[in-house]
Nanobody, 131 residues
């Protein structure tokens, strides 16, 4: 059975750090573009915001402007995981974070970053940044 399971969320003070991990089962994550999305408070699930992405083609990465220099996405082929290291967290980072896989095989010079491009999703892990 194909599953993506996120872990690592929690409550953290502004300026703090968290590391989210997504474990794949029934799927080889390394074959896909992988992304972390978040659902911000008060926003519907359909408006999840893409945050960070890593290519299944060459491991290239992409970030939205608001997290550049603070978040790092990486993947571990051996453990079949994708990780989002989040530093210097701000209250605006509060949300339900989802990992996702899509665009099987990847594509040269392209990283999927839109909701519709991702086929497989986890259930989400809550991140709350508050003092």
């Amino acid at each position: 059975q194909l599953r993506l399971v996120e872990s690592g969320g929690g409550l953290v003070q502004p300026g703090g750090s968290l590391t989210l991990t997504c474990l794949g089962s029934g799927i080889t994550l390394d074959y896909y573009d992988l992304g972390w999305f978040r659902q911000l408070p008060g926003k519907p699930r359909e408006e999840r915001e893409g945050v960070s992405f890593i290519s299944g083609w060459d491991g290239d990465t992409k970030y939205i402007d608001s997290v550049k220099g603070r978040f790092i996405i990486s993947k571990d082929e051996h453990n079949n995981t994708v990780t989002l290291q989040m530093n210097s967290l701000q209250s605006e980072d509060t949300g339900l974070y989802y990992c996702a896989a899509g665009n099987l095989g990847g594509r040269e010079a392209y990283i999927a970053s839109e909701l519709y491009e991702y086929d497989f999703w986890g259930q989400g892990t809550q991140v709350t940044v508050a003092s």
